[in-house]
């Protein structure tokens, strides 16, 4: 494996890009507008150099890793890579689209980096559906250590082998997830950030006082809150419902303050409002 194309530039894809050029693969990143992904090269660029000052990264690296990075908005591209990872909106049918407009080598593999939708029925909207496997990263992707490969139904055991041989290339841990909804990391983590959420709409606790009661209670390197804005309020309501449908289970039921923030257009960093006010220079709790 050489050439690993990314669809989708936003803040996972820009980071799957980062992590396999830094690794030493010719990466090419695709999406719908070249302003996109251009944003996407200025936020690569400022986290390597991010990188080269706390020391994990030298400056010949970084690079060597922006040289290897083509940009595109020409999905046609990707017919010279390896393995196509899709990085784009979560949204099964645009994902079903893009995985239509794809034209790829025989021996290519394809891989969704969907934090909830289902492998096995997204592969059967592909050609290859021994060749499709999960591959979830965690955001950022620079600094989180861990990928989940999630093989569907129709998976080869050689391609589930190759994204392990592939996240170990980029320095990752992988572990293994069925194709349940929402895998092991975001089954087990959104509902103690739901949970969060619960509380706060009951008044058990500021959100400073929630934040602060994980950090130092439970060593949480960012507080729930903090981190449900930092994940997106939308994609957290998204996760939510997957696994309330998924399942039918209401031990899953979406917090409502999480619904009425998402209602309001309050998405967390991403929009400048969360649970925290992002407009100034330092994050303010807004309850
Ligand atoms: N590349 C990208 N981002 C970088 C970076 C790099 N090289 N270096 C730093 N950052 C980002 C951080 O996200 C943060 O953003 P900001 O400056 O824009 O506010 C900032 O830089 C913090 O930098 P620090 O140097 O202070 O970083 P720390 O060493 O304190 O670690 C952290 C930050 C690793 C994010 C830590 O707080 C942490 O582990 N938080 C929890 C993250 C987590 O749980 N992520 C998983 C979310 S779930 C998920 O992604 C699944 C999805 O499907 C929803």
Redesign the pocket.
């Known amino acids: 494996m050489q050439t690993i194309g990314v669809i989708g530039s936003g803040l996972m894809g820009n980071?799957i890009a980062?992590v396999a050029a830094l690794a030493g693969y010719d990466v090419i990143l695709s999406d719908v507008e070249m302003s996109r992904a251009e944003a996407a090269r200025s936020t690569i660029t400022k986290?390597l150099a991010?990188?080269v000052g706390k020391g994990t990264a030298t400056q010949d690296a970084a690079d060597a890793a922006l040289a290897r990075l083509t940009l595109t908005t020409d999905n046609a591209a990707h017919e010279a890579a390896d393995l196509v990872i899709e990085a784009a909106t979560e949204n099964e049918s645009v994902k079903a689209k893009i995985f239509q407009s794809l034209t790829l080598q025989p021996h290519t593999l394809l891989a969704t980096n969907t934090?909830s939708i289902g492998i096995t029925r997204l592969a059967s909207t592909t050609d290859r559906a021994d060749k499709f496997c999960g591959l979830?990263f965690?955001?950022?992707v620079?600094?989180?250590a861990l990928v989940e490969i999630i093989p569907g139904l129709a998976t080869s055991a050689d391609t589930t082998a190759a994204m392990h041989a592939f996240a170990t290339r980029l320095g990752k841990t992988a572990i293994e997830a069925a194709d349940s909804p929402a895998f092991i990391?975001?089954r087990i983590?959104c509902p103690m950030l739901n949970e969060a959420i619960f509380a706060l709409g009951e008044g058990v606790g500021s959100v400073v006082d929630i934040d602060t009661g994980l950090k130092l209670g439970a060593n949480h390197?960012?507080g729930p809150l903090t981190?449900a804005d930092?994940?997106g309020l939308d994609?957290l309501l998204s996760?939510m419902r997957v696994m309330q449908d998924g399942t039918g289970d209401p031990k899953y039921r979406p917090a409502p303050l999480l619904v009425r923030y998402v209602e309001a257009g309050w998405l967390g960093r991403k929009s400048g409002r969360g649970f925290y006010d992002y407009t100034g220079p330092e994050p303010v709790p807004t309850r």
């Open positions: 980071g980062h986290n991010r990188m934090s979830h965690f955001n950022p620079p600094l989180m990391v975001n983590l390197p960012m981190l930092f994940v994609t996760i």
